[in-house]
């Protein structure tokens, strides 16, 4: 019998499995990163390459939403307080890059020939960067929370929030297309504010409690799928009144920032992102027509130098008159001197409302992804040159990451014992990261002013999105022994500088965590055991020189019996059970002792 068809785009995905598994290795031993490896496979397996797959338009729908998730990721690492203490960067820095660009590359358009409108539109367009270009190469080299980097993104959010009013632009500049009374435009407007405020109060007051509901059924899958409603349904709102899905998904991921759930969204959606962030490179690379580039290579030529070459000095210029040190200025300048991906949409707007011919916005849409083919090669030069400064002695302080300066504790498990081991650290100062897998322990802690998340120790992707990495200790306050060795055996494996501290059940759990080489151990009973006998022996009348030699002695012929129990089973070492303290002579100052 013969066999059926295959299902739908299954041989494509073969196809595109295959390209990325060749091309991202190569270039990542290249030093150029992994997006490179996918606009590189796109291009060679895309219509204008070997022409293995189709026009990559269909799959960049389908690919967009790995966008969408990746600022739902960020807007996750992000609470509203530190979202506020970047006002600065978003709208001032941010602010000016657009406009300062935008204007020039318009000038130039001009300069050129281009008629207005169509010079406006390219001049902006070509002013926005790559947020998903740029955040993957922050995230590549673990810079995204250092001083630079926060200043990237900042300027990367406002660039995300500058589409709407350039789409808005396009409309207008549009014949007989887009509002043309007072009425419609604040219909519109009404619009778009009511879509915000529903995402807001949707995840300021509902989100948490559905969550809680949900994790009470201890359905991973239940959890899984209602992370990804949440941000691709936050994206579908702002979509709906003509906002960007990617600007909705941030919005929704900062107001679940400071939720129990946190960690456990990040690595739920984590995959997904991945996948589709991949996904939308390699459609972005298939779009690239090599023919066109070759034909009018003086034209691309000169617009990506253009391009590049203005966006860099402005990116300098503006970070290093906010504050930014000549060093981070060049890193923040060699990071997002590209073309973005929201251009591929003003380009396509434009086109379809007649201000861009087809032609125009294939030449732009050439010099946007030879930009992005380029920023790696600008990273990596800069990389090199600051090496070559640090052999003669000269320092770069911009790569530190400042914000995990102060040592930081992961606690797991915040019942009782997890509780008070967390009130003797923050004591101290210390900050804390608590994750607990009971909904009712995370109510009751938040209650008590602790920020406790839901999270599964035995999952390593959620001990390192819990901040495992970062972690100068663990503190394993869980019960169940079994769930505390798979976790202990995780953090051996994927974070091995932690310092691992257990609460044991009891002696057997001992032996077992002292086999597996943990930091510190302690009985959750023995220290409370000892400080009651103390007082049942004080109470009778002993002395207390005595109770001391008393407590020494049972803690000495204790660890003794746990030496004998590791080497020769559970029930040696009895005979150190039963004996009694021999007594000490408690010696004197010499000068209590009367002169002869």
């Known amino acids: 019998m013969a066999a059926e068809g295959a299902p739908p785009f299954f041989a494509e995905s073969i196809v595109f499995l295959a390209a990325t598994c060749v091309a991202v290795p190569i270039a990542k031993r290249l030093g150029l990163g992994s997006v490179v490896g996918y606009l590189a496979a796109g291009a060679a397996i895309g219509p204008h390459g070997l022409q293995l797959l189709g026009s990559g338009e269909d799959v960049l729908h389908v690919a967009e939403l790995g966008v969408v998730l990746l600022l739902f990721v960020i807007g996750l690492e992000l609470d509203p307080q530190k979202l506020w203490r970047m006002k600065r960067d978003i709208f001032g820095l941010g602010t000016a890059q657009v406009i300062l660009t935008g204007a020039s590359l318009f000038a130039v358009a001009r300069f050129v020939g281009m008629p207005f ?56 500049l549009a014949p007989g297309e887009g509002p043309s009374t007072t009425g419609e435009i604040l219909n519109e407007i009404l619009i778009v504010l009511g879509a915000v405020a529903a995402v807001i109060l949707t995840g300021r007051y509902l989100i948490s409690p559905i969550f809680l509901f949900l994790a009470a059924s201890r359905a991973r899958e239940v959890m899984l799928t209602a992370a990804l409603l949440v941000a691709l349904g936050s994206a579908g709102i702002m979509h709906s009144v ?75 210029a503006l970070s290093r008159g906010t504050g930014s040190s000549n060093s981070d200025a060049m890193r923040i300048a060699v990071t997002l001197p590209q073309g973005g991906e929201f251009a591929f949409v003003l380009f396509t707007a434009a086109v379809s409302n007649s201000l861009l011919t087809y032609q125009t916005a294939n030449l732009l849409n050439a010099i946007v992804i030879l930009t992005m083919l380029l920023t790696p090669l600008a990273c990596l030069g800069l990389d090199r040159l600051a090496a070559r400064a640090k052999a003669k002695g000269i320092e770069n302080p911009s790569i530190e990451t400042f914000e995990e300066a102060a040592p930081t504790v992961l606690v797991i498990g915040f019942g009782r014992f997890g509780m008070v081991v967390a009130q003797i650290l923050t004591s101290e100062g210390l900050e804390i990261t608590a994750i607990d897998n009971r909904p009712d322990r995370i109510d009751y802690a938040r209650k008590q002013g602790y920020k406790v998340y839901y999270g599964d120790a035995t999952r390593a992707d959620v001990l390192a999105a819990a901040g495992a990495g970062n972690a100068a200790l663990v503190a394993m306050c869980i019960e169940n022994d079994k769930v505390m060795a798979k976790a202990i055996d995780l953090i051996r494996d994927g974070f091995p500088e932690a310092l691992i501290f257990c609460r044991a059940t009891d002696r057997a759990h001992v032996l077992d965590l002292t086999r597996r080489g943990v930091d510190f151990q302690i009985r959750e009973t023995f220290e409370s055991s000892v400080v009651f006998g103390r007082a049942a022996l004080e109470a ?26 590791l080497e020769k089973g559970m029930y040696a070492g009895a005979d150190r059970l039963h004996k009694v303290t021999p007594r000490k002579e408690v010696v004197k100052d010499q000068q209590d002792v009367p002169a002869a």
């Open 117 to 172: 409108s169509t010079a406006l539109v390219a001049g902006f367009g070509l002013a926005l960067s790559s947020t998903a270009f740029a955040l993957q190469i922050l995230q590549e080299r673990a810079q995204l929370s250092s001083p630079y980097g926060q200043r990237a993104f900042g300027i990367l959010l406002l660039q995300d929030i500058a589409i709407v009013p350039l789409l808005a632009m396009v409309a207008i």
């Open 242 to 316: 003509g906002l960007s899905m990617a600007l909705g998904a941030f919005l929704a991921g900062v107001l679940l920032a400071e939720s129990s759930f946190r960690h456990t969204l990040e690595a739920d959606i984590e995959p997904f992102r991945s996948l589709l962030m991949g996904l939308f490179f390699v459609a972005v690379g298939m779009s690239l027509d090599v023919s066109l580039v070759i034909k009018h290579w003086i034209v691309v030529a000169a617009g990506v130098t253009v391009v590049m070459g203005l966006k860099g000095v402005f990116l300098w």
């Open 540 to 565: 009778l009348g002993t002395p207390l020189d005595r109770i001391d030699q008393i407590e020494e002695d049972v803690r000495g012929r204790d660890e003794e019996r746990l030496a004998v129990q």
